[in-house]
């Protein structure tokens, strides 16, 4: 007989059991000595455990550990046999779990574990059991099975568990994974691999085909649906339906409290639709407003509703608030988005910019530096209109809240812009005048105001604290004595700037 490659391996390593039953056969010393009579007899007893068309299949399982002697053979198939039979069990007591009392039952038979006696080249199967995405199985799902081939005697099976053929196999589907995943040139080769190592490929292309699907899912809701609740796509789809819009397209931004959509102006009966409007969803999650109580809290024009209201109608009053607050802009000729209608928590209103591209904000337009100069003399104008017509103090003034647009400066973002006798509204007023001061001085507007010059020259008092704290301080002051006089007189100093509100959009507050 001539010795194969493979003898001579599995004759130089040692069982792992310890000392190999070695054949019984009678010989001489001599006989024992002679290397070739070994081999012989380890062949022999190879090919009884191992017929040749496994062994003449090079593979991991072959060399050594598992084959020295015939009672490995035997144990592994009593071990399989066991296994086979506990799984089994457990997945019948899974499926009275699972099923429980209900008339409709759900066999998992096909879950069994035949004995691979009886068994097939499932591979098939297979590829569902390693599948675990919708497996009840997944708890149950067991330990791996023997690396070995039932073959011996009478049993010369290939089955999965063959380690060559099923590696072989397992190269082969992963031609079915994911187009974009990439398994490389292993397609082509003569590669095997382990049940191990494709299964963890598989789990990872299916994890990198769900991350993927996530990440294009949210490219595609931000287009349109980011933060939007159902309800409030209700209330966008029945502006669409009413023909008050036209269509709704991609989200402009996603600020702290709103989004806002982009969408083309359709018609209402006796009101021309701006050709680009944009819609202002006001957040319903409360976490964002939770600090901006103060500014409408203490707004007495809000006063007397605010205490009664739930969250929901808060951020109604938020959307309303920006509203009137427009309205008044627009009024006194400041350039703003112009209000087109307000439903709840929704405000549609013109969109400043062309082709679905809003305007850049002052902080993204980069302007030169007679463009600055120019914004510099108009935001300044636009603050004095804006305390003295509007009697509004816009308390969020930054690069951020203004755009340019038509080579002019617009003002947006106005919910919370309070009277300038709200409790705070000259600290409101002072911090918009260091926003704006700070950012021309910063652009090289040579002729922008500092702070406190600003605040003076928009609110036409003369504070001459020569530095923050003590001009703070005197601004505090004049709050404590306009609280006062509220106090005492139950009004407040500066009059009440009446809204038009009849002429308004409606105003819908219950569902
Ligand atoms: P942020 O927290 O970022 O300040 P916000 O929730 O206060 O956002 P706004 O500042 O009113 O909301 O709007 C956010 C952005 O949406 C603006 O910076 C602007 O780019 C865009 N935007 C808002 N209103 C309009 C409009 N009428 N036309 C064009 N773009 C607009
Ligand atoms: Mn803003």
Not at 459 to 478: P, R
Request: charged share 30%.
């Amino acid at each position: 007989m001539e010795p194969v490659g493979i003898i001579t391996a599995a004759a130089v390593r040692p069982s792992p059991w310890g000392i190999a039953t070695g054949p019984a056969n009678q010989c001489s010393l001599t006989d024992v000595m002679s290397e070739e009579l070994a081999r012989e007899l380890q062949l022999e007893e190879e090919t009884r455990a191992f017929p040749q068309e496994v062994l003449a299949d090079e593979g991991p399982f072959l060399s050594g550990d598992n084959i020295d002697t015939s009672s490995d053979e035997v144990l592994a198939q009593m071990l399989q046999t066991q296994f086979d039979r506990e799984y089994d069990a457990q997945l019948l007591r899974e499926e009275k779990k699972f099923n429980g009392d209900s008339k409709v039952s759900i066999s998992f038979e096909n879950y069994r574990k035949v004995h691979p006696c009886n068994e097939s080249d499932s591979s098939d199967d297979e590829v569902d059991w390693q599948d675990t995405r919708h497996d009840p199985y997944k708890a149950v799902k067991p330990t791996p099975v023997p690396k070995k081939g039932f073959v011996g005697k009478g049993k010369d099976i290939t089955t999965k568990h063959d380690e060559v053929v099923c590696g072989r196999k397992n190269t082969a589907r992963m031609e079915n994974f994911a187009p974009e995943f990439q398994v490389g040139d292993g397609i082509g080769m003569d590669l095997k691999l382990s049940n191990q190592v494709f299964n963890a490929l598989k789990e990872h292309s299916i994890s990198e085909q769900r991350r993927s699907a996530r990440v294009h899912d949210k490219k595609e809701v931000s287009t349109a649906e980011k933060v939007v609740d159902p309800k409030t796509r209700l209330l966008l789809y029945k502006m669409v339906n009413s023909g008050v819009l036209e269509s709704i397209n991609g989200c402009v931004s996603t600020g702290k409290e709103s989004v806002v959509f982009h969408a083309n102006g359709g018609s209402m009966e006796d009101k021309e639709m701006p050709p680009e409007c944009a819609i202002k969803v006001f957040k319903t999650t409360l976490n964002e407003f939770k600090n901006r109580d103060k500014y409408i809290k203490d707004d007495y024009r809000f006063k007397n509703r605010f205490s009664k209201l739930n969250p929901r109608k808060i951020i109604r009053m938020w959307a309303e608030k920006e509203m009137h607050n427009l309205k008044r802009l627009h009024k006194a000729g400041i350039p703003c988005p112009e209000v087109v209608i307000l439903k709840k928590h929704v405000l549609v209103m013109s969109f400043i910019g062309k082709d679905q591209v809003p305007a850049p904000t002052l902080k993204e337009a980069k302007l030169g530096s007679e463009d600055s100069k120019q914004a510099y003399y108009e935001v300044l104008s636009m603050m004095k209109q804006l305390y003295e017509q509007c009697s509004l103090v816009h308390a969020d003034l930054s690069e951020y809240n203004m755009l340019w647009h038509d080579g002019k400066v617009w003002l947006i973002d106005v919910s919370q812009s309070v009277e300038p006798t709200h409790p705070h509204g000259l600290e409101f007023l002072y911090r918009d005048c260091r926003n704006v001061s700070q950012f021309f001085q910063k652009a090289g507007v040579t002729e922008a105001l500092n702070e406190r010059e600003l605040f003076n020259a928009v609110s036409g008092l003369n504070i001459t604290s020569d530095n923050q704290v003590d001009f703070m301080a005197e601004i505090e002051a004049l709050e404590k004595v306009n609280e006062d006089h509220v106090q005492c007189h139950g009004k407040k100093i500066s009059a009440f700037h009446k809204d038009d509100d009849d002429e308004g959009p409606p105003i819908i507050y219950d569902e």
